[in-house]
């Protein structure tokens, strides 16, 4: 048996096959001495990884594991509105693993030392911002929302230099792909077309495989991607998730969630809530986050042009035309999921209204956005929802489920646990100023069960103390 068998690794790098201009090979850079802080050994399992493939020399970039090729994508994107050549800065890209059931996944270290593309930065990352993106990540997997995963945290025993010195640590990300609107934003900047086709062949062989031999390749990927993306914001907005950089090097052609840099889940139920210290605009609120998104796809169609049709004119049409269905599909996703939570199994025209009506109540008394929809009872008095409470009470006896039923579905739509500011900042505290994983440990347990409200959870329930100071967060770097 093969050293790459033995470990599980099974790699199959398909991305590093596509036209060279997408990519710089490039291996990580060593660290002085890796150490293992954390492992996700369920994922490792269903990886088909084994015990050999949780090294920490390998997940530190310091050994590379048979079978990778280690690359730095090539980028751009839109930041802040502002376009933008970027990049792999400080990741490297190992290659994509096959798992047993045949399932692709992009296997990378982020803080893993200078690229081609790393412009002033160091190519590192710091521990905190790395377990902080474990978090949360495997929160929003556990919460059923499409996102990358985290495998590992090392720390590099070097010293990062941010305002201050800090630990550096590498994490293994492991995406579906890492394939960005910004990765079609470069090739359409360097009016790449060859290049242009190649990858979005790929990418809908890699993430649509369902559109295999439709008529119109490119029309047909350009709409599935747009919904994806309409379902995967509708599922944040449902949880209260603002990913806080919504940059379009951000958002992944998967449809799933990437990049968790300044990201945090709101606490009392308000559109306009930011999180991020350098988003002074709130371009990346809460409630902006589906028109970020319908922005962002509007730069992905641009780069469609081509592909579309010969005809530039006509290119522009279709394009414009395919990013129309952005808004009915947002609303339909997330009203669809707002429905669940509030017990629904049919469809009424007036539940636009019902949610409204709700939400209104909740941003004007300034409710908790997670407790609010957890704690919703049909079978109980609530003299603080008022006339809405007999409203909903009277739209529930109209569908043919029992209460119970409703209760059920809102059960499993309603998160009880989600990733509180100040826990997370809490286990992290402790990770980095005094290495005890207990805390991050335990909070990685109720996170891994969000629908179960057991009473020792409770203190993973409650909202921040009452005089907490405003949460802020920092882009991860
Ligand atoms: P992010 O904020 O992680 O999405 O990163 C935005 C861009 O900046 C990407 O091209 C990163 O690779 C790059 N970048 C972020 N931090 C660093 C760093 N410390 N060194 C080099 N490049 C970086
Ligand atoms: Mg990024």
Request: proline share 6%; aromatic share 8%.
């Amino acid at each position: 048996m093969s050293a790459s068998t033995q470990a599980g690794w099974r790699f199959d790098n398909s991305y590093a096959r596509l036209p060279e201009v997408l990519f710089a090979r490039q291996n990580p850079v060593s660290v002085a001495k890796p150490t293992l802080v954390i492992c996700n050994q369920k994922l490792a399992t269903s990886m088909g990884l084994d015990s050999g493939a949780i090294d920490a020399e390998v997940f530190a970039g310091n050994v590379i594991p048979p079978g990778a090729e280690p690359i730095a994508q090539a980028y751009a994107g839109h930041q802040y509105g502002h376009f933008t050549m970027l990049g792999d800065g400080r990741a490297i890209l190992l290659g994509e693993h096959l798992t047993p059931a045949g399932v692709r996944l992009d296997v990378q270290l982020k803080g893993s030392g200078r690229t081609p593309f790393s412009r002033r930065g160091d190519g590192r990352a710091a521990l905190g911002p790395m377990l902080r993106e474990y978090i949360i990540s495997e929160a929003m997997h556990a919460m059923g929302i499409p996102t990358t995963r985290s495998l590992a945290v090392v720390t590099t025993g070097e010293t990062v230099y941010r305002d201050t010195g800090l630990p550096g640590a590498v994490l293994t990300r492991i995406a579906a792909s890492h394939i960005r609107v910004g990765t079609f934003e470069y090739l359409a900047a360097t009016k790449n077309v060859e290049a242009l086709r190649s990858l979005a062949d790929h990418t809908r062989q890699r993430h649509y495989p369902e559109l295999t031999g439709d008529a119109e390749p490119h029309r047909a990927l350009l709409e599935a991607v747009i919904d994806r993306q309409a379902a995967l914001i509708a599922r944040w907005m449902l949880v209260g998730f603002i990913h806080g950089v919504m940059n379009t090097d951000n958002m992944a052609l998967s449809g799933e969630t990437i990049d968790y840099g300044p990201c945090a889940f709101m606490d009392a139920y308000d559109p306009e809530t930011v999180f991020s210290s350098i988003d002074r605009q709130g371009r990346y609120a809460y409630g902006n986050q589906a028109r970020i998104a319908h922005w962002n796809l509007a730069r992905l169609a641009e780069t469609f042009v081509p592909l579309l049709d010969d005809d530039e004119t006509r290119g522009v049409e279709i394009a414009k035309e395919i990013l129309g269905i952005f808004p009915d599909r947002f609303e339909s996703h997330w009203l669809g999921g707002m429905r669940e939570k509030l017990g629904l199994f049919n469809a009424e025209s007036e539940d636009l209204g019902l949610v409204g009506e709700l939400l209104e109540i909740m941003a004007r008394e300034k409710w908790d956005f997670t407790n609010t929809f957890r704690n919703l009872n049909p079978a109980a008095e609530a003299p603080e929802l008022g006339a809405w409470q007999a409203k909903w009470q009277a739209r529930l006896s109209r569908q043919p489920q029992t209460i119970e039923d409703a209760l059920a579905l809102m059960r499993k739509s309603n998160p009880a646990v989600i990733p509180r500011n100040h826990k997370v900042e809490e286990a992290l505290a402790a990770a980095v100023a005094s290495g005890d994983l207990g805390p991050m440990h335990r909070l990685l347990e109720a996170l891994a069960n969000p629908f179960e409200d057991a009473p020792e959870k409770q203190h993973y329930r409650d909202p921040a103390p009452a005089g907490s100071e405003p949460y802020q967060t920092f882009c991860g770097t």
